[in-house]
């Protein structure tokens, strides 16, 4: 059974750092490139993060480029999201997922793997 349960959400201060944390089980997970997306209230849901199979290519959408940092551990089957100078506009729903990079450079989720984990609660107020 192919699981995915992301961890390390909470509340915040605007400026403050979080690590979310996903990590993957029932599948070949080295195999895939995985990201991360996240979704709003009354929003669509958006690709942030991509990160190759090996590691050796990451991608990230405008809005979070320069604070946002993806990594994985294939050893552990664990991906890894680190927030840093977080702001009020990332507050969200924060899912991880297999990703592809889109041909104008956007994350969008691989529909040949058709996973989700439950998501976890990211909130930045003061």
């Known amino acids: 059974e192919v699981q995915l349960v992301e961890s390390g959400g909470g509340l915040v201060q605007p400026g403050g750092s979080l690590r979310l944390s996903c990590t993957a089980s029932g599948f070949a997970f080295d195999n895939y490139a995985m990201g991360w997306f996240r979704q709003a209230p009354g929003k669509e849901r958006e690709g942030i993060a991509c990160i190759w199979w090996s590691g050796s290519s990451t991608y990230y959408t405008d809005s979070v480029k320069g604070r946002f940092t993806i990594s994985r551990d294939n050893a552990k089957n664990t991906l890894y999201l680190q927030m840093n100078s977080l702001k009020p506009e990332d507050t969200a729903m924060y899912y991880c997922?297999?990703?592809?990079?889109?041909?104008?450079?956007?994350?969008?989720?691989?529909?040949?793997?058709?996973?989700w984990g439950q998501g976890t609660q990211v909130t930045v107020s003061s």
């Open positions: 997922a297999a990703c592809v990079r889109s041909v104008s450079g956007s994350v969008l989720p691989d529909y040949n793997f058709a996973y």
